[in-house]
């Protein structure tokens, strides 16, 4: 058995791209996450509930009622906790400026950091020409990545039955069209152009689903990555420091716990 990892407490936390409502958001990794890992504000940066997935077919088990839970607990306790909808949680665009359970909604933000640098928080789908300009072409490029994860879903199956930790297949794939590539550096460069617009000294986003901490001119830009394939946050020390948490490689034996109850108990490790 894995032993358990300490108990990180950090100024801030950025996540995105969660996807809960579909059957590739990985709620239990991300339950375990949020267990050992704690903020003084954590960000929702988009597309943490997927609208576009649940208007065509409603799948909504108990650990993604879990994962809301454990948010909203966290504000109780006194965590700041701003969501900035996206392209996929888009309905909750209608309600900037507004509070649900003490998670404040917003259409952009912008974060302090302990050294004094201030970041430009967004989702970042304004910047893909695909979701502004042919909606449908988005929504059946959604369609083909939840198919790509159906198969990662079973490929991983079989890896961990031969002892294997997880990979993303579909990651892989991904990275390896050359479009794709492009498409990524393309994205990178209009947000750091964004946050130069708007005076701020670097950005954190979301949407592509490729957690990086690039530096550019003066200028940092910082994706959170995601919760379906590689499951990682952005975290800000107290000193100002950044890194990216790759959860999925540090607690690589956590599998979903059958038949769990309770919000605490969603996730357990298992012999390597």
Same mark, same amino acid.
């Given at each position: 058995?894995?032993?358990?990892?300490?108990?990180?407490?950090?100024?801030?936390?950025?996540?995105?791209?969660?996807?809960?409502?579909?059957?590739?958001?990985?709620?239990?990794?991300?339950?375990?996450?949020?267990?050992?890992?704690?903020?003084?504000?954590?960000?929702?940066?988009?597309?943490?509930?997927?609208?576009?997935?649940?208007?065509?077919?409603?799948?909504?088990?108990?650990?993604?009622?879990?994962?809301?839970?454990?948010?909203?607990?966290?504000?109780?306790?006194?965590?700041?906790?701003?969501?900035?909808?996206?392209?996929?949680?888009?309905?909750?665009?209608?309600?900037?400026?507004?509070?649900?359970?003490?998670?404040?909604?917003?259409?952009?933000?912008?974060?302090?950091?302990?050294?004094?640098?201030?970041?430009?928080?967004?989702?970042?789908?304004?910047?893909?020409?695909?979701?502004?300009?042919?909606?449908?072409?988005?929504?059946?490029?959604?369609?083909?990545?939840?198919?790509?994860?159906?198969?990662?879903?079973?490929?991983?199956?079989?890896?961990?039955?031969?002892?294997?930790? #997880?990979?993303?297949?579909?990651? =892989?794939?991904?990275?390896?069209?050359?479009? %794709?590539?492009?498409?990524? !550096?393309? &994205? /990178?460069?209009?947000?750091?152009?964004?946050?130069?617009?708007?005076?701020?000294?670097?950005?954190?986003?979301?949407?592509?689903?490729?957690?990086?901490?690039?530096?550019?001119?003066?200028?940092? #830009?910082?994706?959170?990555?995601? =919760?379906?394939?590689?499951?990682?946050?952005? %975290?800000?020390?107290?000193? !100002?420091? &950044? /890194?990216?948490?790759?959860?999925?490689?540090?607690?690589?034996?956590?599998?979903?716990?059958?038949?769990?109850?309770?919000?605490?108990?969603?996730?357990?490790?298992?012999?390597?």
């Amino acid at each position: 058995m894995t032993a358990k990892p300490d108990a990180r407490h950090y100024r801030a936390l950025f996540l995105s791209d969660i996807h809960l409502g579909t059957r590739g958001c990985q709620a239990h990794l991300l339950l375990d996450f949020l267990r050992f890992n704690d903020a003084e504000v954590i960000y929702l940066v988009g597309d943490i509930v997927d609208g576009w997935r649940l208007r065509r077919s409603w799948h909504w088990p108990q650990l993604h009622n879990d994962v809301v839970q454990k948010l909203l607990r966290k504000a109780r306790k006194g965590a700041r906790v701003v969501y900035v909808p996206g392209n996929h949680d888009e309905f909750l665009r209608n309600y900037f400026g507004t509070h649900f359970g003490g998670v404040e909604v917003m259409e952009t933000a912008v974060h302090e950091t302990a050294d004094g640098r201030r970041l430009l928080i967004i989702h970042g789908d304004e910047f893909d020409v695909v979701v502004r300009h042919a909606k449908w072409l988005a929504f059946f490029g959604d369609w083909a990545y939840v198919t790509a994860l159906s198969l990662n879903t079973w490929f991983n199956l079989v890896r961990r039955k031969l002892g294997f930790r #997880y990979w993303s297949l579909s990651a =892989w794939a991904k990275l390896k069209v050359k479009n %794709a590539v492009n498409f990524i !550096g393309a &994205f /990178e460069d209009a947000l750091i152009a964004e946050s130069k617009r708007c005076g701020t000294d670097g950005v954190v986003c979301g949407h592509i689903h490729h957690a990086v901490i690039r530096k550019e001119d003066g200028h940092v #830009y910082m994706n959170t990555g995601d =919760w379906v394939e590689s499951c990682t946050a952005i %975290a800000e020390g107290h000193d !100002g420091s &950044f /890194e990216i948490i790759r959860w999925a490689d540090l607690r690589k034996d956590v599998v979903p716990a059958e038949d769990a109850e309770d919000g605490e108990e969603t996730s357990q490790p298992v012999a390597a």
